[in-house]
C-alpha cells in the first residue's frame, strides 16, 4: 500500500486484539504510528513489535471516555509527527461484560 507510506496514524485500543492488528498492518505499509490505550505495558508491547518490524510507533495511555485524554492524544501525535492523516477510533467499552455473557435484551 504504497499509498498509505509516510502517513500519520493514532488508533485507540491498540495494546491488544484488533486495534493492534490494524496498527501492525498500518506499520507494516509505513505509516508511523500513534498506538493508545489504558495499559502502558500493552501499549509498550506493540510499539516494540512494530519497530522490531521495522516500522515507527510510540504509546501514550488514553482512556477515551475521558474528552481530556482524547485532545491529548491527538495533540501528542501532532506535536510527535508534524501531522495526523488517519484516526482509526477501535477502543470500546463493554458496559454489560463480556459479549458472550450478555443477553439479547441487553
Do not use: W
Not at 477515551?64 to 495526523?84: F, M, T
Amino acid at each position: 500500500m504504497k499509498e498509505l507510506e509516510g502517513k500519520v496514524a493514532l488508533v485507540t485500543g491498540a495494546g491488544q486484539g484488533i486495534g493492534q492488528g490494524i496498527a501492525f498492518a498500518l506499520a507494516d505499509a509505513g505509516v508511523s504510528i500513534m498506538v493508545t490505550g489504558r495499559t502502558q505495558q500493552k501499549l509498550l508491547n506493540t510499539v516494540a513489535e512494530i519497530n522490531e518490524r521495522g516500522g515507527q510507533a510510540l504509546a501514550l495511555t488514553c482512556d477515551v471516555k475521558r474528552k481530556e485524554d482524547l485532545e491529548r492524544s491527538v495533540s501528542q501525535c501532532i506535536a510527535q509527527y508534524g501531522n495526523l492523516n488517519i484516526l482509526v477510533n477501535n477502543a470500546q467499552e463493554v458496559p454489560n461484560g463480556l459479549l458472550h455473557d450478555v443477553s439479547d435484551e441487553a
